[in-house]
């Protein structure tokens, strides 16, 4: 049986990207692994992702983005056979 072993990435939606993104990067010194511009903004911490999206564009289709369009009841777990 897979045992589990994290919590691989938590989401959050935010409705002041640009401030929440600051507050992670400058105050709690999160690394941006990724952003697409008012859309959402990853960050690495340690071996887990937090996901940050702005809940106005996350569930609109861009067909440019590596992203899918998705609803906010997501989570994802890491697991080891």
Avoid: K
Avoid at 19 to 35: D, I, M, N
Avoid at 59 to 79: A, N, T, V
């Amino acid at each position: 049986m897979p045992q589990l072993n994290a919590i691989l990435e938590t989401c959050l939606y935010v409705d002041d990207l640009p401030a929440a993104e600051a507050f992670y990067s400058e105050v709690l010194g999160l690394e941006c692994f990724g952003r697409q511009e008012h859309r959402h903004v990853f960050f690495r911490c340690g071996r887990q992702m937090l996901l940050l999206f702005n809940p106005e564009t996350s569930e609109l289709i861009e067909p440019d983005s590596e992203i899918p369009p998705h609803g906010s009841r997501w989570f994802f777990f890491l697991m080891i056979r």
